[in-house]
């Protein structure tokens, strides 16, 4: 099976901090996504990978950076926390252009 | 862009009974995938059902089918006796053939009463 896994299920931070979020999957999958879920709004791409070091902008990318330096391993990062950013954060992979899977996700809180 | 679109952002059911969630897209590419997703609460997002655009039969993956329109750009998702377990959001996808991103729909919260 196709495991995604994710660093944290909930996390509170406090604006203007540095966030990091890391998902790890372990299937050699090439492609890597990171999106944010809000009520009424349904999944959002904020960045995704296609390779070690490669990235791409989803719809909302702003306010967030990412990085892959391994193939297994795709952080998304919060470079000053703010209170919109206040979302669950789901990490996904897939192998060339197929189903995605998810991880469990976590639930930022920005105070 | 593509859009996808969820009109019912909830529904109910009873269980044993079927039910039919929506799904509309904007696109003019020719060649796609469209998916549904389910997430249960508190549980991962898992795929229930795929249906690649070129192929005119509907899928149908056991007690869940959908109903692909092309040219009329929907994409509905019927489950049948439906049970317990299938409470959950459910999300509708598309995927434009030769890329690996998808967009997402707003998402329906199904809720199936005993």
């Known amino acids: 099976d196709v495991k995604v896994t994710q660093s944290s299920r909930y996390l509170v931070k406090r604006t203007g901090e540095k966030v990091f979020l890391e998902c790890v999957q372990d299937?050699?999958?090439?492609?890597m996504f990171w999106y944010r879920q809000d009520p009424g709004l349904g999944l959002r791409l904020i960045y995704f990978?296609?390779?070690?070091?490669?990235?791409e902008k989803g719809d909302i990318p702003e306010g967030y950076s990412v990085s892959r330096e391994k193939k297994e391993r795709f952080s998304l990062i919060l470079e000053s926390a703010s209170t919109n950013q206040t979302s669950m954060y789901l990490c996904?992979?897939?192998?060339?252009?197929?189903?995605?899977?998810f991880g469990p996700g976590t639930r930022l809180t920005v105070t | 862009a593509q859009t996808v679109t969820q009109s019912q952002p909830e529904m109910s059911v009873q269980e044993a009974e079927t039910v039919t969630l929506s799904c509309t897209y904007d696109t003019s590419e020719s060649n796609y995938y469209l998916f549904w997703y389910k997430q249960p609460p508190s549980r991962q997002m898992i795929l229930v059902i795929r249906?690649?655009?070129?192929?005119?039969q509907n899928a149908t993956e056991n007690r869940f089918s959908v109903n692909f329109q092309k040219a009329a750009k929907s994409f509905s998702l019927k489950i049948s006796d439906s049970q317990l377990g299938d409470t959950a959001m459910y999300f509708c996808a598309f995927m434009k053939h030769g890329e690996v991103d998808m967009r997402f729909g707003a998402g329906t919260r199904l809720t199936v009463k005993p």
């Open positions: 996904a992979s897939s192998l060339r252009a197929g189903e995605q899977y």
């Open positions: 299937m050699d999958h090439e492609n």
């Open positions: 249906q690649e655009a070129y192929k005119q």
């Open positions: 990978s296609y390779d070690v070091k490669m990235k």
